[in-house]
């Protein structure tokens, strides 16, 4: 291929001038795919930091105790809900500090802070707990300020570095380190528990894959596709269609007022408020559920709590592949079936959960696992909607799934508490039931209001020199804004 090749292309202004050399020097075919693995592996390794109190809280005991139990006098439960609150509140609190940062800086480096962050703080939780609770508190509050990145990050990949037509694939994986998180981190922490290096050491493992993942971030990633010398010229023509050129992503700062008056975005954010209350009562009550209601023993509970993580991953890619693929319905209605499918599906089973009695040990496993893996289909469903409509501001947008991820984390302990305020038949019951009602209830409100259609206010006017164009894809009588990009 010569320069001369090139000259109809850069009349479109997809390819600017003084990048076309560049892309001639060094290219990948895909490279995107490689942008998309090493962000997911840095956003998993932020929710594994995050996560490892969660099982390391049941063997951070003293060497001579025979029993791999926590002592009563440890920490007790007030305690204990603290160290996992605190996490919520340091997202909260950095929450805007990071929305800015993404908004004015370069996303590249404003990520590696909060992977900088995790690992530090990570690796700091065995001094920490030898110094006391309050240091222990601190730096799991910091694992929370860097968790506060992740949902505006996802947001500004998918936006930068997907095709269209590939939303659901990229947001399906980037969600997807939810799953990722726990697959990696409870049976590493496990063998770690079980070494002679103790539980300290899971904390300098998980440290030290953050060092690694974000060291990949910092040599691999650039903000923009236009600025990369590996994305050749084809492929930099298709994640640039129907989208913003680089010099129009400066032509103006988010449109809040927009933004948080959009009802398409608030079903999104709706829905996403009923599923993460879902996924909070899967990943703090099942092991009550499992092992005090049901009498699993403690090898079982593990085994049977990470099953439908793991489902629920297979699903969330499968969802995310199958709404790119089929081409036989337009945007807006896939994203109401597949949302439909998740909340929906997921509500039904928990519906019939809350009707199958303790005795029935088996068929109320089949059932959980069904109401928990359903959910994994959210991610052609809210989750592409969110980034579909909002298209350039995705960063923002996600970020407040991310405040919504942080309230249920506060919440939903309170809520199931003071609804199972006796572990039997009967306040299980209520407890299903009620998230079941929930979900229904948030999943009509977003089928209501959703919309694929990029907002007016993320178009930017062509001008007569054809410097800029418009961000919207061309719409065929509203059909699949994916598809009429293509």
């Not at 947001?155 to 998180?181: I, K």
Request: charged residues 15%.
């Amino acid at each position: 291929m010569t320069l001369n090749n090139l000259t109809t292309e850069q009349r479109t202004g997809l390819v600017t001038n003084e990048d076309v050399a560049s892309k001639m020097k060094c290219k990948i075919p895909g490279f995107r795919y490689i942008i998309l693995i090493v962000s997911a592996l840095c956003l998993t390794s932020l929710l594994s930091n995050m996560t490892t109190y969660n099982f390391t809280k049941i063997c951070m005991v003293p060497k001579n105790d025979s029993h791999n139990v926590v002592e009563p006098g440890q920490y007790n439960k007030n305690q204990q809900a603290w160290l996992q609150a605190c996490v919520a509140i340091g997202a909260l609190v950095a929450s805007f500090p990071y929305t800015y940062m993404f908004q004015h800086y370069t996303k590249k480096w404003v990520f590696l802070s909060a992977g900088i962050i995790s690992a530090v703080s990570t690796a700091l939780v065995p001094l920490a707990h030898i110094y006391g609770f309050k240091f222990f508190l601190l730096a799991r509050t910091f694992q929370g300020v860097a968790f506060s990145a992740t949902f505006p990050i996802i947001g500004a990949v998918t936006a930068d570095w997907a095709v269209l037509t590939e939303h659901g694939l990229f947001v399906g994986l980037l969600t997807g380190c939810t799953q990722l998180s726990n697959i990696f981190t409870m049976p590493v922490s496990g063998a770690l528990c079980s070494s002679s290096w103790g539980w300290p050491s899971v904390y300098y493992v998980h440290a030290g894959v953050s060092v690694v993942a974000f060291i990949l971030w910092s040599l691999i990633y650039k903000d923009d596709p236009e600025d990369h010398s590996m994305v050749d010229v084809g492929e930099l023509k298709k994640l640039q269609r129907g989208k913003l050129t680089k010099k129009d992503h400066h032509t103006g700062s988010i449109p809040y007022r927009s933004i948080l008056s959009s009802k398409t975005l608030w079903g999104a954010w709706i829905a996403a408020f009923g599923d993460l209350l879902a996924v909070q009562l899967v990943a703090m009550f099942n092991p009550q559920y499992l092992n005090d209601y049901l009498h699993y023993n403690v090898l079982k509970t593990g085994f049977l709590g990470a099953l439908p993580v793991l489902v629920q991953f297979i699903l969330k890619l499968l969802g995310g592949v199958s709404s790119d693929m089929l081409k036989c319905f337009d945007e807006t209605t896939k994203l109401r079936a597949y949302n439909s499918f998740a909340l929906g599906g997921s509500a039904i089973f928990f519906a019939i959960l809350a009707f199958v009695p303790r005795e029935q040990r088996v068929t109320a496993i089949v059932v959980l696992v069904f109401a928990e893996s359903l959910l994994g289909l959210n991610t052609a469903g809210f989750n592409k909607c969110a980034t579909l409509h909002s298209r350039q501001y995705g960063h923002f947008v996600m970020t407040q799934i991310m405040n919504i991820w942080a309230v249920t984390i506060l919440l939903e302990p309170f809520v199931v508490n003071s609804i199972v305020a006796a572990n039997n038949f009967e306040s299980w019951r209520n407890c299903f039931l009620f998230h079941a009602i929930a979900l229904l209830v948030c999943n009509a409100i977003f089928c209501i209001w959703a919309d694929a259609k990029p907002a007016p206010w993320t178009q930017v006017p062509e001008q007569s020199n054809g410097d800029t164009h418009e961000s919207a894809v061309p719409e065929n009588g509203g059909n699949n804004t994916a598809r009429s990009a293509h």
